[in-house]
C-alpha cells in the first residue's frame, strides 16, 4: 500500500493575531519550535516506509512562501496544488484525490491540516498504521484524539461498535458540534467520545466515490476543476472558475457524517490544532512559573503567562495567566480565558479598513521581502532584501518616484533602456512613469533602502511589463 500525505495549507488563523495574518498564517510561522508548522508537518511525514512524498494543497497567495519553506526544510514534495479560492476542505481534498489516482489509482491519502501539533511521532505512526489496515478493506477512516480535558473549541466524535477485525477501531456513530462545557464534561466522563482532529486516511478513489453519492455538485466542479487545471512553473492552478462555482463543505458533512464506511481510530498523539493562544501555551514548554517566553522577554512576578517578544524587549511585572503578544505595528495583551476575542479585533480592523489583519510590516515576495521603516505624507521608506540570483518585475509606476541605496551586496538595475551595476554606499534614481527593475546578480543578499515620494504609494500603483514568476 502506497499511502500519499496530503498536507492541506489553507486558512487564515486569525485567533493568533496578531502573529498569525492572511497573508502570514499560523501554518507559515513558527510557533512551538524554530521551524513553521509547515515544515513541521512535512517532516514529520517524511522517511516512513511506504509513505511517498507528500502533495500540498494551497491558496495562491501563498504558493512561493510554501514552496520555499519546504525548500528550507529540505522536503521535495509531489507537486502544490493552488487553490483560486477558499472552498473548505471537501473540494480541497477531491482535487488532491483527483491529482493522485491520475498517478496511481490505488493511491491512499493521509489528510492532514499544516497547523496541528503532535507531540508524540512514534504513536501517530501507529495509529496511522492501524488505520492503514481498515482502509485496504475499505472503511474511511478519521483520527479521534483521546481527550485530556473537557474542550469546547473541539468537535467530538462519538464512537459505536468495533470495527470488523479491529481491537480497538471503532465505526461512526455519530459526530458531534462543539459542546458547551457541562457536555463536554459528561463526553469526557462517558470515555466513548473523541476529539475531531480533522485528519483521515481513505483511499482516494474511495473518497470520490461517496463524495459524488452524497455531495455529486462538489464532485463534479473539483473534477472540472482539476481536468481544466494548469501548470505554472512548479505549480498546478486548480481551473478558477470551475473551483469558484464549487459548494464550500467540510469532509466531514460532505462525508464522513453520511457514509457507513466511516471509522474512527483512538489516537493518544499528543495532539493540538492550536487554535488559540491558550492552546499555544498548553503545547509549549514552560518554567517553574508556568510562563513560556520567547524573543526578548522581561518577566517578574509573572505566572501562567505566554509573552512573545518580535521586535524589541517586552518587559511584563506582578501578572498572572495573560497572553502578550508585540509585533512590529501591534501588541496584543489578553487573559488567557479570553483569548477567542482575538477574532473581534480581527473583525474591527476589517471594519476600518486597515492593513493590520492583512500583513505584517515584512512583506515576503518569490524574489524575498520588503520591511516598511516610515511612511508620511508623499513618503515612503522601505527595507528591500533581494535574494541571490532573483530579480523583481520590470514595473513602472503612475504616482511615485524611487530613490534606491545599496546597503550591501550588488545591484543590477534597469532604468529605461539604461541598465548599471551598483554596489554598497551607491544609489540610484528611478522617475515616474520610467520602466525599471532591480535584480541581484551576486551570490550574497541584496539589501537596499527605497526611498518613495508621490501622491500615491500604495502597492496596487505597479505595472508589470515583464514577471518571471508570472504574476498578473
Known amino acids: 500500500m502506497k499511502i500519499y500525505p496530503v498536507i492541506l495549507s489553507g486558512g487564515a488563523g486569525t485567533r493568533l493575531w496578531p502573529l498569525s495574518r492572511a497573508v502570514m498564517p499560523k501554518q507559515l510561522l513558527p510557533l512551538v519550535s524554530d521551524k513553521t508548522m509547515l515544515q513541521e508537518t512535512a517532516l514529520r511525514v517524511s522517511g516512513w516506509p511506504g509513505l511517498m512524498a507528500p502533495l500540498v494543497v494551497c491558496g495562491n497567495e501563498h504558493r512561493f512562501l510554501v514552496a520555499e519553506q519546504l525548500r528550507e526544510a529540505g522536503v521535495t514534495p509531489l507537486g502544490i496544488l493552488l487553490e483560486?479560492?477558499?472552498?473548505?476542505?471537501?473540494?480541497?481534498?477531491?482535487?488532491?484525490?483527483?491529482?493522485?489516482?491520475?498517478?496511481?489509482?490505488?493511491?491512499?491519502?493521509?489528510?492532514?491540516?499544516?497547523?496541528?501539533?503532535?507531540?508524540?511521532?512514534?504513536?501517530?505512526?501507529?495509529?496511522?498504521?492501524?488505520?492503514a489496515d481498515l482502509v485496504s478493506r475499505g472503511a474511511l477512516a478519521t483520527f479521534g484524539i483521546v481527550p485530556q480535558s473537557p474542550e469546547t473549541g473541539y468537535g467530538y466524535i462519538r464512537r459505536g461498535a468495533?470495527?470488523?477485525?479491529?481491537?480497538?477501531?471503532?465505526?461512526?456513530?455519530?459526530?458531534?458540534?462543539?459542546?458547551?462545557?457541562?457536555?463536554?464534561?459528561?463526553?469526557?466522563?462517558?470515555?466513548?467520545?473523541?476529539?475531531?482532529?480533522?485528519?483521515?486516511?481513505?483511499?482516494?478513489?474511495?473518497?470520490?466515490?461517496?463524495?459524488a453519492k452524497f455531495n455529486p455538485e462538489i464532485a463534479s466542479a473539483a473534477e472540472a476543476a482539476m481536468r481544466t487545471g494548469y501548470r505554472d512553473l512548479d505549480f498546478c492552478r486548480l481551473d478558477e472558475a470551475a473551483f469558484a462555482a464549487c459548494p464550500s463543505d467540510s469532509i466531514d458533512y460532505a462525508v464522513m457524517e453520511r457514509t457507513r464506511d466511516a471509522v474512527v481510530v483512538p489516537a493518544d498523539i499528543g495532539w493540538s490544532d492550536v487554535g488559540s493562544w491558550s492552546a499555544l501555551w498548553e503545547v509549549q514548554r514552560r518554567d517553574e512559573s508556568g510562563n513560556t517566553q520567547r524573543g526578548d522577554v522581561y518577566l517578574d512576578g509573572v505566572s501562567n503567562s505566554l509573552v512573545r517578544a518580535e521586535s524589541r524587549i517586552v518587559a511584563v511585572v506582578g501578572v498572572e495567566?495573560?497572553?502578550?503578544?508585540?509585533?512590529?505595528?501591534?501588541?496584543?495583551?489578553?487573559?488567557?480565558?479570553?483569548?477567542?476575542?482575538?477574532?473581534?479585533?480581527?473583525?474591527?480592523?476589517?471594519?476600518?479598513?486597515?492593513?493590520?489583519?492583512?500583513?505584517?510590516?515584512?512583506?515576503?515576495?518569490?524574489?524575498?521581502?520588503?520591511?516598511?521603516?516610515?511612511?508620511?505624507?508623499?513618503?515612503?521608506?522601505?527595507?528591500i532584501t533581494v535574494k541571490p540570483g532573483e530579480k523583481l518585475s520590470l514595473q513602472m509606476h503612475h504616482h511615485r518616484a524611487e530613490h534606491w541605496v545599496v546597503v550591501s551586496g550588488t545591484a543590477r538595475v534597469t532604468c529605461g533602456e539604461t541598465v548599471s551595476l551598483l554596489s554598497e554606499n551607491e544609489s540610484t534614481y528611478i522617475p515616474i512613469g520610467m520602466n525599471h527593475r532591480l535584480e541581484n546578480p551576486g551570490k550574497l543578499p541584496l539589501h537596499i533602502i527605497e526611498v518613495q515620494s508621490g501622491s500615491y504609494?500604495?502597492?496596487?500603483?505597479?505595472?508589470?511589463?515583464?514577471?518571471?514568476?508570472?504574476?498578473?
Open 84 to 131: 483560486p479560492v477558499g472552498r473548505n476542505t471537501a473540494p480541497a481534498v477531491a482535487a488532491a484525490a483527483h491529482y493522485l489516482k491520475a498517478l496511481d489509482p490505488e493511491a491512499v491519502m493521509l489528510v492532514l491540516p499544516a497547523d496541528h501539533v503532535i507531540l508524540d511521532n512514534e504513536a501517530f505512526k501507529a495509529a496511522v498504521e492501524r488505520a
Open 162 to 211: 468495533l470495527a470488523d477485525g479491529a481491537s480497538d477501531c471503532y465505526q461512526v456513530e455519530r459526530f458531534v458540534e462543539k459542546p458547551d462545557r457541562s457536555t463536554a464534561e459528561a463526553f469526557v466522563a462517558d470515555g466513548g467520545y473523541y476529539w475531531n482532529s480533522g485528519m483521515f486516511l481513505f483511499m482516494a478513489a474511495g473518497y470520490l466515490s461517496e463524495l
Open 321 to 383: 495567566n495573560l497572553v502578550v503578544v508585540e509585533t512590529p505595528d501591534a501588541v496584543l495583551v489578553a487573559h488567557k480565558d479570553q483569548v477567542q476575542r482575538v477574532k473581534h479585533i480581527v473583525d474591527h480592523l476589517k471594519s476600518k479598513e486597515r492593513t493590520e489583519h492583512l500583513h505584517h510590516t515584512r512583506v515576503y515576495r518569490p524574489w524575498g521581502y520588503y520591511e516598511g521603516i516610515d511612511a508620511g505624507e508623499r513618503f515612503q521608506v522601505k527595507r
Open 457 to 472: 504609494l500604495g502597492e496596487d500603483d505597479i505595472v508589470r511589463f515583464e514577471d518571471i514568476y508570472k504574476r498578473a
